[in-house]
């Protein structure tokens, strides 16, 4: 035993002396490491961009890159001695572990109200603490960013989604400003964009950072909107103490959730509306399910408006909306502002809806950008600038360039302006030099890997293929021309066919919606127009397609073939889960009870074979109030003189003359070759 001590003391002299030759002091290595990496970048920064230099940039990286593994493996080992010397010969230092984690874990106490700043205060530190532990100077602003993006606002997302944060706590944004700027949580450095500048959307001229005092309120109105949607226990439960007969309770309760979101209720009330179900949950008067609630539609005093009680169910009788007379004489505009509002055929229950997304649904990306000040997207591509103040620079994009061209030459301002910026801060902050060599190659480094990542085409053209080799991007030749075929068939015997398009000027804008039916035999059967106000351009085709079931429904013509030049359309009708705009969701459900008792199918055809269906979209844009226009076969045969009219205005496809509320319509048909005349009827909607 004596012999096997003395030959483990030998080995262990040893051990240390190839210790220190092989590996040395490890965390010497990675200062000199990282010196010499530091010298390699200052050369490139002044001598430009060689290969050479490139070559021993990356060598110094790697080298860098194993002295920091070296030097984290060996903390790992460090940490584990305590197991080695204690683990296989008594177990208090497990014990003392064990204690540690339990009793960080161990809930000793229930608090009843808004949650303390002592409470919280706990992910506070641990947020500093993981801002002071980073290598913020080895790290550009950039990867700064994307740090506090995806590891630090990820921390709060859970707890601040709970628990109204104390503005005492949120002075952390703080740290974390002083740590994007300079790298250091207690170092300021003077700055010339604010913080909300910063916070904004990248669309908007921001870093896409999260404010957390925004964050704060968007995560109140968030947990106040599941109070009147969820159906959690802690939803169903805090409901049953809140809300008496359809309205909050006045006195104070304890409650952590309460207190931070009953500030929000008013924000939810203002900017919801009920979709109408079965109406037992709305009141009539009060609640906003027709656009405004009616009792401020008609100034109705809040001293008699609290007192009326009635619902929406008690207006409607076998899915018929049924007004009594005396209000209808008591407020005359009332029975047509309560007609715009559809009854679902298939009765459910009321749901309230955000006004403010197509869903009807508050999610927390929403409620943040709700709380957030909305500033207009920067269309930077599009800026015109004098070249006296730069801004015929922008000019040369406007010139006769080809896609990629058009793609590299914006790059290319955009990068030039960059670079100057760059240089400047370099100077002036930084006391560091940059040379006009190497603020060149950087340009044409960015702008090459812009133009290369394009999908946009070039043309054949000299000028164009001078100017991308100059930026070293490789040319992307146009592609041959595909020709198509279109042509509009008829429907088979008994079917009707429908072909419906959408308008809007502006997306959106002053909006309408168009059909025209025809037989078997390409004649022509009944034709609307419809203006629809302003509305987005799916909006206006999907009501055109609504529109024309709900026609062909009431006609009973239960063999129908739609055919739309909107793709958005036809997959809509193809997925009839998938959800639509909220303000179309009752008429939808109607829609497709009425396609179940139908033959019904829908295609897509190109805009050049539905040029009727969007002639009669069009035309809806004119009609001034609020009607469809209908159209509808009075002769098969047109006379000579009405031959020649037709003629006459061949470079329009319809031509109108209004008599009051009949009107004779001639319109020439390119997708049948044949010429009808047509009665207008108005029938308000």
Known sequence: ??????????????????????????????????????????????????????????????????????????????????????????????????????????????????????????????????????????????????????????????????????????????????????????????????????????????????????????????????????????????????????????????????????????????????????????????????????????????????????????????????????????????????????????????????????????????????KMQQYQDLQCLNLVLQFTSMEDIWKLCDLNWSPQCKVTLTAAIINLLNTIWLVRNQARYNNAVISWKSAISMIIVDTSLTGNNTSKLSSNAIKDFIFLKMFRITIHHPKVPVIKEIYWQPPLLNWIKCNIDGASCGNPGNASCGGIFRNHEADFIYGFAEPLGVASSVFAELCGAMRAIEIAYQKNWRSLWLESDSTIVVSTFNNPSKPVSWALRNRWKNVLFMISQMNCIVTHIFREGNQVADLMANHGKCVKKRKVVSFSVIAQKITKSEEERVSDHESTLLEQTHNKKLATTFIEDPEVKKTIKLETNEETT
């Open 1 to 370: 035993m004596f012999i096997l001590s003395k030959k483990l003391k030998i080995l262990k002299d040893k051990l240390k002396i190839w210790n220190k030759d092989c590996f040395g002091n490890v965390h010497n290595h990675v200062i000199s490491a990282e010196q010499k990496l530091h010298q390699i970048q200052i050369q490139i920064q002044h001598n430009g961009h060689t290969e050479a230099l490139l070559n021993e940039e990356k060598l110094a990286s790697a080298q860098y890159e194993d002295a920091l593994n070296r030097q984290e493996v060996y903390w790992k080992e460090k940490a584990r001695v305590n197991w080695h010397l204690e683990g296989d010969r008594n177990t208090k230092y497990f014990h003392r572990i064990a204690k540690i984690k339990s009793s960080t874990k161990f809930i000793n106490s229930l608090q009843d109200g808004k949650p303390k700043a002592s409470y919280l205060q706990p992910i506070a530190d641990k947020i500093k603490l993981k801002l002071s532990a980073w290598k913020a100077s080895l790290l550009s602003i950039a990867g700064r960013v994307q740090l506090v993006r995806s590891v630090i606002q990820s921390m709060l997302t859970y707890s601040i989604s709970l628990y109204s944060w104390p503005a005492s706590l949120l002075n952390i944004e703080k740290c974390v400003r002083n740590f994007i700027w300079s790298g250091d949580i207690d170092k300021r450095k003077l700055v010339t964009t604010s913080w909300k500048k910063i916070c904004r959307p990248l669309s908007q001229g921001g870093l896409n950072l999260r404010s957390l005092s925004k964050l704060n309120k968007a995560t109140n109105l968030k947990l106040c909107w599941n109070l009147f949607n969820s159906q959690t226990s802690w939803a169903i439960l805090l409901r049953d103490r809140v809300f008496r007969k359809g309205k909050t309770i006045r006195h104070h309760i304890f409650s952590s959730i309460w207190s931070s979101i009953k500030d929000e209720l008013a924000v939810i009330m203002e900017n919801t509306i009920w979709l109408l179900g079965n109406g037992e949950e709305i009141n009539f008067w009060n609640d906003n399910w027709c656009g405004a609630p009616l009792a401020d539609q008609f100034n109705i005093p809040f001293q008699t408006s609290h007192l009326l009680s009635s619902t929406v169910s008690d207006y409607i009788l076998n899915g018929q909306w049924n007004i009594p007379p005396q209000l209808s004489q008591a407020f005359d505009n009332l029975t047509s502002i309560v007609h715009q509002v559809i009854i679902p055929m298939d009765q459910s229950q009321d749901k309230l809806l955000w006004k403010h997304t197509d869903s009807g649904d508050l999610e927390l990306k929403e409620a943040y950008q709700f």
